[in-house]
């Protein structure tokens, strides 16, 4: 992978790059996916082609006969995004060969919801993964299946409320944890996997373009809060992408040819463990979460923080034991 040491960004660098996914889509006030796939299109470095599954992120940027996306882009079906990658990336090869492609190179990138990745998009991915197929996913993970009204899905967390999981006398919001997508991602034994937030937008920006710099493929898992599947007010999405890092809910981290090192933001609670915050503080204030804090519900809450304190526990002895 190439170093991106010399990619200084600066916030000026980004207010003056234009806008990739541009303004006027129609997605919901406070769309935690939309503002971390603008920020991702920003780190493109060059001719770029995004394929992307059915989801909110499609659904809201290309309601014919409009576009909101400055690059060429697909739309594929729900399970489908990692596979049309695979397809895009074999036939630039085969231009290539054939002399009928001007640029030296194009990168790829496949987007989908946390539905079309841990669920549906999943042999698609791993598939293309195995086959070492150079594209970057981009995982937005906010949760649920938010387009078609907010169902569960394996990247729902514990106690989340959703349609399929609703909180009340037969259950507390979802039963089982969230699937541990990116160690199954590393499982794979790819260059490049990274965790990131977008209230540390310039991890992102770092991230994004070294997944791209990789020959071959790469795996970025976005936290994307989501107000209306979450119930949360649309001007906090920012502070819970704050929050879900200092509470070790989301850590963010890359995880290089096997070797794991935490972000700066999570580095700096593992060197003042005093600093993370408790898992309640995320959770409160999210209606998905409301019925946790019925006393009734406190073995979930209490099952949450250790769930959490053991992944982060395991996080740090993987950055141990790879150093
Ligand atoms: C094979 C198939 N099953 C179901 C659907 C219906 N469907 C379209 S989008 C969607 C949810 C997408 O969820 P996710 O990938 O999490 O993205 P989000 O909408 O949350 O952005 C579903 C169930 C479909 N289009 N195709």
Known sequence: MATTQEWKITAKDIAEKPDILMPGHRACAGC???????????????????????????????IYPYTSWAVPWLHTAFETSAANASGIEAALKVLKRKGKLKQEHVDVIAIAGDGGTFDIGFQALSGAVERGHDFLFVLYDNEAYMNTGIQRSGGTPMGAATTTTPAGSVMPGKLQHKKPIADIMVAHGMEYVASASPYYWKDLLQKVRRGLEVEGPAFLHLFAPCPRGWRTDPAKTINYSKLAVESCVFPV????????????????????PQKKKPVADY???????????????KHML?????????????LQQKVEQTA
């Open 253 to 272: 981290y890359e995880v290089v040819n096997g070797k794991y090192t935490l972000s700066t933001p999570s580095k700096l609670i593992a060197l003042a």
């Open 302 to 314: 209490d099952e949450i923080q250790r769930w959490t304190d053991e992944r982060w526990a395991k």
């Open 32 to 62: 935690g996916p939309a503002h971390a796939l603008r920020l991702v299109m920003k780190a493109i470095r060059g001719p770029t082609i995004v394929t992307e599954a059915t989801g909110c992120m499609e659904v809201v940027t290309s």
């Open 283 to 297: 959770l409160k204030g999210q209606g998905r979460y409301r019925h946790l804090f019925a006393p009734q519900n």
